[in-house]
Nanobody, 121 residues
Framework: QVQLVESGGGWVQAGQSLRLSCAAS????????MAWYRQPPGKQRELVAT???????NYADSVKGRFTISEDNAKNTVYLQMNSLKPEDTAVYYC???????????????WGQGTQVTVSS
């Protein structure tokens, strides 16, 4: 089994920064990709950023230039550095990783539990 544990959410004022972390543990053979999603209040979940090894990244237009996704290969951990936060960034943020585990023939998608980010104006 694989577990993804997120941390780093919280409440900040507009213009401030937060850093989210998501660590994967379990019978991991290979992590193929990592991503951050978010779900604003009353809205659908949306993709924020992705990273595919070695360092290919993509961002939603709404966060380009403000958010940075990165990873620590050795720790199977993905980060989301969020700068210049805006009230519209308020959401529950979820990490997702595509992981091949021992005993399975192909990779599967795993999700974190979600962490709340609230940005006040």
């Amino acid at each position: 089994q694989v577990q993804l544990v997120e941390s780093g959410g919280g409440w900040v004022q507009a213009g401030q920064s937060l850093r989210l972390s998501c660590a994967a543990s379990g019978n991991i053979v290979t992590v193929y990709s990592m991503a951050w999603y978010r779900q604003p209040p009353g809205k659908q979940r949306e993709l924020v950023a992705t990273i595919m090894r070695p360092d290919h990244t993509n961002y939603a237009d709404s966060v380009k230039g403000r958010f940075t996704i990165s990873e620590d290969n050795a720790k199977n951990t993905v980060y989301l550095q969020m700068n210049s936060l805006k009230p519209e960034d308020t959401a529950v943020y979820y990490c997702a990783q595509t992981i091949l585990t021992s005993g399975r023939g192909r990779a599967a998608n795993y999700w974190g539990q979600g962490t709340q980010v609230t940005v006040s104006s």
